[in-house]
């Protein structure tokens, strides 16, 4: 298993850009699938978006899908999510996680969690 660590949420303002990283501490980060996923006060988690072990395939969610962008740089153990055109819809706690199912989209898919970073989209 990889351990997940995210960074690089704050508060920004409508239509501005954050970037999100997730960094693993495990020396197999290259052979998992990664996905990100957000969780808004008062809703479910729900899917983001994400990117299979070498980076060649990616997967959005509708409501980002042309926005957002997810890769990942191996040769670092990290995953990113740069996020443009922020909407005040977008706040909520981002997390990004570690799977074996190939560009996975539940929850359930993934095994590995990181602790979360909180995007506020703010005027």
């Known amino acids: 298993q990889v351990q997940l660590v995210e960074s690089g949420g704050g508060l920004v303002q409508p239509g501005g850009s954050l970037r999100l990283s997730c960094a693993s501490s495990?020396?197999?980060?290259?052979?998992?699938?990664m996905g990100w996923f957000r969780q808004a006060p008062g809703k479910e988690r729900e899917f983001v978006a994400a990117?299979?072990?070498?980076?060649?395939?990616?997967y959005y969610a509708v409501s980002v899908k042309g926005r957002f962008t997810i890769s990942r740089d191996n040769a670092k153990n990290t995953v990113y999510l740069q996020m443009k055109s922020l909407k005040p819809e977008d706040t909520a706690v981002y997390y990004c996680?570690?799977?074996?199912?190939?560009?996975?989209?539940?929850?359930?898919?993934?095994?590995?969690w990181g602790q979360g970073t909180q995007v506020t989209v703010s005027s």
């Open positions: 996680a570690a799977g074996t199912v190939l560009v996975a989209t539940t929850q359930g898919q993934y095994g590995c």
């Open positions: 495990g020396r197999t980060f290259s052979t998992y699938n």
């Open positions: 990117i299979n072990w070498s980076g060649g395939s990616t």
